[in-house]
């Protein structure tokens, strides 16, 4: 793997430890609608967690596909429900920072290093504010218009105009495996990031690794002899 002068951050998962969070929150609420659709509220956060990195709707959708049940009349309600219920969800839980990422953000500094997230500007801004984390990071993408989502490179190649980074000397770090692709299309380093805390790490990290993952870390350390 080339050395890294730049590196570029995905948010959920990635920068902040927020995946077990994010999947206690869909999996009681999916549940409520697996009720509503007489189906048994049996999902338990571990099946949710697979579908980390997919938007609220399609993994209700997914979910009943799985039980061959047909949730599109629930979707209206269900996101209304959930973007309501989401505004505050970060509100009282402390989220911390994953493992050494501020170690690896010095020997970068600001000026190497960004993040880039398929969340919109208001939902990054308020969950950063309640989270502490609002000055991590000097140059933030967000996807909203016209930015597209990843898979789709745009975010990534914002950040590298920005950072003025040569794509060779530059990687993404992200945690699902759209966020490898993206960093194929961009034509940087793809690093799948995999915290230790997760109970199919192995079997995360092999999806990471046929998406395109040139390197598969648990501990934001394990970056720094790759720094140049």
Excluded: W
């Amino acid at each position: 793997m080339n050395k890294l002068t730049t590196i570029i951050f995905d948010f959920d998962g990635v920068t902040v430890n927020t995946e077990d969070t994010f999947a206690g929150f869909d999996c009681k609420l999916i549940n409520t609608y697996l009720e509503k659709a007489n189906l048994p509220p049996t999902l338990k956060p571990s099946d949710v967690r697979q579908l980390a990195g997919i938007p609220g709707a399609d993994k209700l959708i997914k979910i009943g596909m799985l039980l061959d049940k047909d949730m599109t009349p629930y979707i209206e309600d269900y996101t209304a429900e959930r973007n309501e219920k989401r505004k505050t969800l970060f509100a009282d839980c402390k989220i911390p920072l994953c493992k050494n990422i501020e170690v690896l953000l010095k020997k970068l500094g600001k000026q190497h290093s960004a993040l880039a997230t398929n969340k919109i500007k208001e939902k990054l801004n308020r969950d950063l504010e309640y989270m502490g984390h609002k000055d991590i990071y000097d140059i933030i993408i967000t996807c909203d218009p016209p930015m597209r989502r990843k898979p789709e490179p745009d975010i990534i190649l914002e950040a590298m105009k920005r950072l003025k980074a040569i794509p060779e000397e530059c990687a993404y770090i992200g945690d699902n495996p759209s966020d490898m692709i993206a960093a194929k299309a961009a034509k940087v380093t793809p690093i799948g990031f995999v915290t230790k805390e997760l109970n199919n790490k192995h079997k995360r990290a092999q999806l990471l690794k046929d998406a395109g993952a040139m390197l598969i870390i648990d501990d934001f350390e394990d970056l720094i002899p790759y720094i140049k």
